[in-house]
């Protein structure tokens, strides 16, 4: 085996891969702390869904795990950056194929099937959100009353 092969292995092999993400289980949520670098600050229960909060100094993201089926929902993020989406959301928002889109040059909101995705942003401060519409808790009315 050549050098550079084996050396592009154990670079594979030592980088964490997080496998969490929406409609994953709620156990894969601590890989997104160590992927993203981030310390676990609480975790809440509220009647039909637990709130796990993970943050650092520039960012704080909120995963919402559906308590009967154990899955995540929906998460949720404010900072001074974006985090990694694609390991945050299990997929990369670019890729979707929108039903409906809005996009400026500070916000962006795409509808695609169960999913919805909103993410605004602009020099030192970040947010947004995506859930998955078809996992969200019966019992709550409307899944946008978690982000107010």
């Known amino acids: 085996m050549s050098r ?3 050396l592009a292995l154990l670079v594979l092999v030592a980088v964490p891969v997080a496998h969490a993400g929406l409609a994953q289980k709620e156990d894969r949520v601590d890989q997104d ?3 993203l ?5 609480k975790r809440e229960d509220h009647g039909a869904y ?4 993970l943050s650092n100094s520039d960012i704080e993201v909120r995963e919402f795990i559906n308590l009967q089926t154990k899955t995540t929902f ?3 993020w404010n900072g001074k950056r974006m985090p990694d989406l694609i390991v945050l959301l299990g997929l990369d928002p670019a890729k979707l194929q ?3 889109e809005y996009r400026t040059l500070r916000f962006v909101r795409i509808r695609a099937n169960n999913l919805q995705f909103e993410a605004s942003g602009r020099l030192g401060s970040s947010g947004g959100h995506c859930i ?3 996992l969200v808790p019966h019992q709550l009315s409307s899944s946008l009353e978690l982000f107010r």
């Open 4 to 6: 550079a092969f084996v």
């Open 33 to 35: 702390r160590i992927a």
């Open 132 to 134: 998955r519409l078809d």
């Open 74 to 76: 929906a998460v949720a």
């Open 98 to 100: 929108p039903r409906s």
């Open 50 to 53: 637990r709130l796990i909060t």
């Open 37 to 41: 670098r981030l310390e676990t600050v």
